[in-house]
């Protein structure tokens, strides 16, 4: 075999015509080392169902780790994962023609990578099937020998369970001290599918089976594909999936229907109960990765509108080589662009660039500054000098972040009023807005109390400055404006149907269920004994009720409270806001935006030298005029809308603004134009922020 030339084992693609490369992987026996392939040309019309796509990591690329593939005669290296999938995957008589990136893809033609990204949603979505490879997993995993084996998820899968799990009753399958029992851990998602909830599968409460059991599910969900940001449309455009763990294999679609099973069972478990504290971790984490790419893909399989901010940030903690793919891995399950044109991937461009088009591109296309909400960078980052204002896509927030941004469609703190929003150059930001209140009261996320809600709650609670009776300034107590603050006067719908349903409002009875939350429970504790090495216990359909409301109002805790700081304002207001809050911040009601800003004064001023200024959002008023200058002639309302929409500045700005992030703020959640002092009742006047 010769050394590996990309001139001779690429010829260029032609750039105007939708054709890709497939691999064809030849026959082989699990013995033979080297793996043989041939890569040709096809249109993608006539490639349609005649594919499996390959859905992998990369691997480290690390030298110690590459391998090589004997490819149309060349030696071509590939890392190990990679490696070992085409490894495992090849038959033995037959062969099976696949679409794999790196090898499918000249990845050193910035030209061709760019044109074959922008078709990624077609060759995944016309491969007749796309296989899911999470790794060939580690020695110290159950093993069956090189026998496939594959699962359903259904009542096929019965035999398998109880031959493998009856094996473990009978002391007949010897674990290694700590090992992982992968193929325990494929039955039990298995069961899931099937319907059976947690709380009932016996082997998950057996103090010796469901501790390897559990160490086997999460040496699957270990695995660095479900890290990876480009899975997500993989998967989610596919017509049929195929988990694949070494081995072993099981529909995506099983997958899917456990982690809802699983979700069903816990929503009517009993806090703190230790079964569930047992597996309920791994389970919940396992629900989160599977059901964060399932709820896409069945509002894309139910052609439901998806824009890109929420992908964004649903998907924000996913990883990419190149932080670049942030974004563009994520382009092509977007359906809906407002008024703009489709973002178009270009490797061209710089990683800083992508994202400043990006969160421009989102203010324009949506006409808010929804995109302010969250994490925009981190400290660091800042520091460096990247604007407060431009998301960089590559920090990873807290897992709940995603969750809490959701549920903002249900407030509307600025009466929906946009007066419209600029940029002067490239770093400064103009909107429209007002200061309402000054944070002077800060309690953080407090470290000693690990993960326990209930104990930071009642520490919150504690640190209050008056009794709990007290008149709040919105109304009511400040007993009812603390619950209604900390889950964010919002409550978790587990039965939702699509995911802008999973919360709703919280109204007057919900405050049973934060008392409940916040009493101990110490009837867990007679009711869960161990016999025969086995957890038993019973909850009665009243408590599943009980149980049910108070974990609904805990995970809205959950999404709206953890890792965020409690304040309280110099009005006596009550908020929930960014981790790096400190006192003397402003809350801000900035128009385009539904929830309260929280902005930091910066230290120097800004000047504007012949800078040219972008109107990204008309206001009202001039929306309006340019509407009447085009009359009816959509073509020339655009042309009137282009006229007024640059402009040069030279002025000079003294109050400029940092984003340190959104709030919730009991009483400014619903309109908070207006005070709410009737004695002096008034709107408030607004101004130009300027934010670096």
Same mark, same amino acid.
Request: hydrophobic residues 45%; charged residues 15%; proline residues 7%.
């Given at each position: 075999m010769d050394q590996p030339s990309k001139s001779w084992l690429y010829r260029e693609l032609p750039s105007n015509k939708r054709t890709i490369r497939l691999l064809r992987l030849l026959p082989g026996r699990p013995e033979d080392h080297e793996i043989r392939c041939q890569l040709y040309e096809s249109s993608l019309i006539d490639a349609v169902g005649n594919y499996k796509a390959l859905s992998y990591t990369w691997g480290s690329g690390a030298p110690e780790c590459d391998e090589v593939v004997c490819c149309d005669g060349l030696i071509v290296p590939v890392t190990l994962n990679l490696y070992s999938a085409l490894h495992k995957l090849r038959d033995l008589t037959a062969t099976l023609t696949l679409w794999v990136d790196s090898l499918c893809i000249d990845q050193y033609n910035e030209n061709e990578r760019t044109h074959q990204v922008g078709m990624m949603r077609e060759i995944y979505a016309n491969s007749k099937e796309v296989i899911i490879w999470l790794g060939a997993g580690r020695s110290d995993v159950t093993a069956t020998d090189s026998v496939e084996v594959r699962f359903s998820g259904d009542e096929r899968d019965v035999p398998k369970i109880e031959y493998h799990l009856g094996r473990l009753w009978r002391g007949q399958l010897e674990l290694p001290p700590d090992g992982r029992d992968v193929f325990g851990a494929f039955c039990v998602i298995s069961m899931l599918a099937q319907g059976l909830l947690a709380s009932r599968i016996w082997y998950l409460k057996n103090l010796d089976y469901a501790? =390897?059991?559990?160490r086997g599910l999460l040496a699957l969900l270990d695995e660095p594909w479900w890290t990876r940001i480009w899975v997500v449309q993989e998967t989610v455009v596919s017509a049929r999936a195929i988990v694949h763990y070494n081995n072993i294999s099981m529909p @995506? &679609? +099983?997958?899917?229907? +456990?982690?809802?099973?699983?979700?069903?069972g816990k929503v009517t478990e009993q806090l703190g109960s230790a079964p569930s504290e047992t597996y309920g971790p791994s389970l919940t984490r396992f629900h989160r990765l599977v059901n964060e790419i399932d709820t896409t893909k069945r509002d894309w399989n139910a052609f439901e509108p998806s824009a890109l901010l929420p992908l964004l940030r649903k998907f924000r903690a996913k990883d990419a080589s190149d932080k670049r793919d942030k974004v *563009? +891995?994520?382009i092509g399950l977007v359906n809906f662009w407002g008024q703009d044109e489709p973002l178009i991937p270009d490797y061209g461009l710089r990683l800083s660039k992508v994202y400043w088009q990006t969160t421009k591109r989102l203010i324009r296309s949506s006409k808010t500054l929804a995109v302010l909400s969250g994490t925009t960078a981190a400290g660091k980052q800042i520091q460096a000098g990247f604007p407060t204002w431009v998301t960089d896509w590559s920090y990873r927030p807290s897992s709940d972040e995603a969750d809490r941004l959701n549920s903002q469609h249900l407030y509307n703190a600025a009466d929906q009023a946009m007066e419209g929003v600029k940029i002067h150059g490239q770093t400064l930001l103009e909107a429209k807005g007002y200061s309402v209140d000054r944070v002077s009261l800060v309690l953080s996320w407090n470290a000693i109390f690990g993960e326990d809600l209930r104990t930071q709650a009642a520490y919150w609670k504690f640190r209050?400055? @008056? =009794? &709990?009776?007290t008149a709040y300034l919105h109304g009511g107590t400040?007993?009812?404006?603390? @619950?209604?603050?900390?889950? $964010?006067?919002?409550? *978790?719908?587990p039965e939702a149907r699509t995911e802008r349903e999973r919360f709703r409002k919280a109204i007057a009875s919900d405050v049973k269920a934060f008392e409940s939350w916040c009493k101990v429970d110490k009837s867990t504790n007679r009711r869960t004994s161990i016999i025969g090495g086995t957890w038993q216990g019973t909850v009665s359909s009243e408590e599943q009720i009980t149980n049910k409301k108070r974990n609904a109002y805990k995970l +809205?805790? &959950?999404?709206a409270s953890r890792g965020r700081c409690f304040f309280v304002t110099q009005q006596g207001r009550l908020g929930i806001g960014p981790p790096s809050l400190k006192t003397d911040d402003e809350v801000y009601i900035l128009h385009g935006s539904r929830v309260p800003m929280i902005l930091r004064r910066a230290r120097t001023s800004r000047t504007c030298r012949d800078k040219v200024v972008e109107k990204l959002v008309l206001s009202t008023d001039e929306e309006h005029?340019?509407?009447?200058a085009g009359g009816r002639n959509k073509a020339d309302a655009a042309t009137s809308r282009e006229a007024v929409r640059f402009s040069v500045c030279n002025e000079n700005h003294e109050d400029? *603004?940092?984003?340190? $992030?959104?709030? *919730?703020?009991?009483g400014l959640m619903e309109g908070g134009m207006v005070w709410e002092d009737r004695a002096r009742t008034r709107l408030k006047k607004t101004k130009s922020v300027y934010i670096v």
């Open positions: 501790p =390897p059991i559990i @995506w &679609e +099983a997958f899917s229907r +456990a982690s809802l099973c699983y979700l069903t *563009y +891995a994520l209050l400055p @008056w =009794p &709990e009776n400040l007993r009812t404006a603390f @619950w209604r603050t900390i889950c $964010g006067n919002v409550i *978790y719908v +809205a805790v &959950e999404c005029a340019t509407i009447k400029c *603004y940092k984003v340190v $992030g959104d709030a *919730y703020v009991h």
